[in-house]
């Protein structure tokens, strides 16, 4: 089955620093890719939609340049979060689309000191 | 707007079926799906039904769509410790919007 990854698993880091998550299908070539990020108590949301060899595609209220996405491969998106603050801790889940079925990653749990 | 809202407890006894309720609000919505969110993983899709349907079996999981009332459910029958995980339903529009989960907790 297609299969997704995301590294890292878990990042903690200072405030003010930034943190790149990066988002890979394995085993297929995904044009799109999502963002999502999960809130404690509320569930997931959208971030944004990730397109090979274009702009990043946000959802309102996203902060495109505080949540830097780049799609340079059929296989890799990456998620920068510049500056970040305590606020951005938070699970960060991606999803590659694959026939327009999404299978997700693992997440990646970002803890802001 | 879009709101999909489920409610975000639910637990049952080893061998009875679970209920997971969802209620959403974009009558536009294509398909609607269930997925599954054990610790530390992502979601898992576990099945989906198409908004012109209003039942879909497959094993031991039943999807029932109420369109008029925008309700949907998944039945688990003979639910099974290894079941215990977060319950995500979620609408696609042009987007997949998810609910708030449901933590299913199954007891011996």
């Known amino acids: 089955g297609a299969v997704v990854s995301q590294h890292p698993s878990r990042v903690i880091c200072k405030s003010g620093t930034s943190v790149k998550i990066e988002c890979r299908s394995l085993?297929?070539?995904?044009?799109?890719m999502f963002w999502y990020r999960q809130f404690p108590k509320k569930s997931l949301m959208l971030m944004a939609t990730?397109?090979?060899?274009?702009?990043?595609?946000?959802e309102q209220g996203v902060e495109k340049d505080k949540f830097l996405i780049n799609h340079a491969s059929l296989t890799l998106s990456t998620l920068t979060v510049t500056s970040a603050h305590p606020e951005d801790s938070s699970f960060y889940i991606c999803?590659?689309?694959?026939?327009?079925?999404?299978?997700f990653g693992p997440g990646t749990r970002l803890t802001v000191l | 707007g879009e709101d999909v809202e489920q409610s975000l407890f639910l637990s049952v006894r080893e061998g009875d079926s679970s209920v997971i309720n969802c209620t959403y609000t974009d009558s536009s919505s294509t398909y609607l799906y269930w997925y599954k969110q054990e610790p530390g993983a992502g979601l898992q899709l576990l099945t989906y039904i198409f908004s012109n349907m209003d039942m879909k079996q497959d094993q031991r999981l039943t999807v029932l769509l109420n369109k008029k009332d925008k309700h949907l459910s998944l039945r688990i029958a003979d639910t099974q410790t290894g079941d215990s995980a977060i319950y995500f339903c979620?609408?696609?529009?042009?987007?997949?919007?998810f609910g708030t989960g449901t933590r299913l907790q199954v007891f011996p």
């Open positions: 979620a609408e696609d529009t042009d987007k997949l919007i």
């Open positions: 990730s397109n090979e060899g274009s702009k990043a595609t946000y």
């Open positions: 085993d297929f070539q995904a044009t799109t």
């Open positions: 999803s590659a689309d694959s026939y327009n079925e999404q299978f």
